[in-house]
Structure formats: structure tokens, C-alpha cells
Nanobody, 119 residues
């Protein structure tokens, strides 16, 4: 397992933007974000493999981008055109196996950072 520390959550108006960052203690094959809204199941937001392949949840619809630094220890999620339904706790996740958006793809989780979108 690795240690992950998120930052960048907060409150924003609908249509606004936020950038989430995650620092990872060592590079992994797959890093990403999973979110959980109150009263709902967790869902994969985005992930990126060591080779740079990217995966997004269907609800993203081109609004979010995911990137990592060359060292593979900093993960960035840029979220644009945020909607109230994007309100959730966002968890940075990492894994060493196959990359995707399923919880089982990841064995390390950060503490989470809250994103709130509302008027």
C-alpha cells in the first residue's frame, strides 16, 4: 500500500471549477478518484494508468481532466462546469493492478476531501 494525501476541495457555485490534488508516497500502476455522495454508493470519477491511459465515469461528460506529474507521485483532477450533483466526498485512490474505475482496482485510499456545489 501507499500513503495518499488529498487537497483542494471546497465549495463552489454551479458552473464553477475546482482542482483536486493528491500526493502519493510512491508511484503505482493506477491512480484515480472515487467519490461518494451522502446516501449514495461510491462511484469512480477518473483514473490514469502508469502509461497515461485515462478512464472517466460516464457522468463526467468531458468536464473533468486527470493528470499526473512525471514522477508519478502527484495526481491532479481538474473539474469544470460543476453541478450540484457533483457534491460528494472525493477520495484519492491508488493500486498496482489493472487500471479502471472499480473499487477493486485500488488498495490504497486517502482520507477524502469534500466538494460542495451549491447556490
Amino acid at each position: 500500500q501507499v500513503q495518499l494525501v488529498e487537497s483542494g476541495g471546497g465549495s463552489v457555485q454551479p458552473g464553477g471549477s475546482l482542482t483536486l490534488s493528491c500526493t502519493v508516497s510512491k508511484p503505482t500502476n493506477c491512480m484515480g478518484w472515487i467519490r461518494q455522495a451522502s446516501g449514495k454508493e461510491r462511484e469512480g470519477v477518473a483514473s490514469i494508468s502508469g502509461g497515461g491511459s485515462r478512464y472517466f465515469g460516464e457522468f463526467v461528460r468531458g468536464r473533468f481532466t486527470i493528470s499526473k506529474d512525471n514522477a508519478g507521485t502527484t495526481l491532479i483532477l481538474r473539474m469544470n462546469n460543476l453541478k450540484p450533483e457533483d457534491t460528494a466526498m472525493y477520495y484519492c485512490v491508488a493500486g498496482f493492478g489493472r487500471c479502471g474505475l472499480r473499487e477493486r482496482d485500488f488498495n490504497s485510499w486517502g482520507q477524502g476531501t469534500q466538494v460542495t456545489v451549491g447556490s
